[in-house]
């Protein structure tokens, strides 16, 4: 884990995350913790995340998602160049889920 984000007050919200159990439930808690632009400012990077990992090339990515050119390459240092891999592991998780719901 990033040295930055080893505070227990960090913890406990990521701690308090993990007891959230529908779509409902994390919508309603990240209604009440986030402003609406900190909640679009995260949902923007993990859709740019998401379509970095799907090889879309950076001018389609700028053209539907509204991210800077520099919040591109940040999330793809991070998709790339961390060891953390919390992208990649959200994105098997919900690959599984859509598989199961296609099921």
């Keep these: 884990m990033n040295a930055n984000l080893n505070e227990d007050s960090l913890l406990y919200l990521f701690k308090a995350i993990t007891t959230l159990e529908t779509v409902d439930e994390c919508r309603r808690f990240f209604d009440d913790l986030c402003t609406v632009p900190e909640l679009k400012a995260m949902s923007q990077r993990l859709m740019v995340a998401k379509l970095l990992n799907n090889g879309v090339v950076y001018s389609k990515i ?42």
């Design 62 to 103: 700028v053209e539907e998602t509204g991210a800077s050119t520099a919040t591109i390459s940040r999330v793809n240092r991070s998709l790339n160049y961390t060891s953390c891999e919390g992208y990649a592991l959200v994105f098997d998780r919900l690959k599984k889920l859509e598989d199961k719901e296609e099921e």
